[in-house]
Every structure is written in C-alpha cells, then in structure tokens.
Nanobody, 122 residues
Framework: VQLQASGGGLVQAGGSLRLSCAAS????????MGWFRQAPGKEREFVAA????????ETADIVKGRFTISRDNNKNTVYLQMNSLKPEDTAVYYC????????????????WGQGTQVTVSS
C-alpha cells in the first residue's frame, strides 16, 4: 500500500488543522492506520492509531483530548483532527499502515507516508 499525507501548514497556537492520508495500491480496510510525528532532533513518536474497522482508537497521552483520529474506508483515507494546537506540536507528521492489528512500534509498520509539516506559532 502507498500512502500520501497532506493537510499540514502553519497555524497559531490554539488553532486547528486536519491531516489526511490517502492510501492506494492495497486493500485499505485490511490495515490498521496510525499517525506519528518527529520534531527536529527528536525521535519519531506515536500520536494516534485506529483499527481497520474504525471501531477502536488509541491516542497518546500528550495529545489526548485535543487530537482525534478517524478513517473512511470508502475513501481509503485516514484523518487526524488536531485542535488546541500548541507550539510543542510542531513536527513532521507521518501516517503509517500496519496489516492486521496495531502496534505502536514504528519498526512494526508496513508502509509510511512521506510526511507533512505542521508548524504552530506562539
């Protein structure tokens, strides 16, 4: 499966963005999907994940209550709605796919999107 992330940009603190990740070349509903992020000089970290059916989600404590992951299997797309953004949310955001059940280890992913930059100004 190939992934194409979009929707990043520059936003002021307290603002919102919605990231999208479109999948092609595979059976989207066979994959659990997730979002990671990587800030300069830091390791890639888990943000949120959603099961193949959309019935189960996981969200990192650092973004819980502010970020929401969802998916539309008819459109082969996963979304990350980001509200109440903070400067520390600034990072490149990556979507990822894993066949079967989710695992938060980045090394366990089957495919990655190219990343989309999110910059939050104070």
């Amino acid at each position: 499966v190939q992934l194409q992330a979009s929707g990043g940009g520059l936003v002021q603190a307290g603002g919102s963005l919605r990231l999208s990740c479109a999948a092609s070349g595979g059976t989207f509903s066979h994959y659990a999907m997730g979002w990671f992020r990587q800030a300069p000089g830091k390791e890639r970290e888990f943000v949120a994940a959603i099961s193949w059916s959309g019935g189960r989600t996981e969200t990192a404590d650092i973004v819980k209550g502010r970020f929401t992951i969802s998916r539309d299997n008819n459109k082969n797309t996963v979304y990350l709605q980001m509200n109440s953004l903070k400067p520390e949310d600034t990072a490149v955001y990556y979507c990822a796919a894993r066949g079967g059940s989710w695992h938060p280890n980045p090394d366990a992913m089957d495919a990655w999107g190219q990343g989309t930059q999110v910059t939050v100004s104070s």
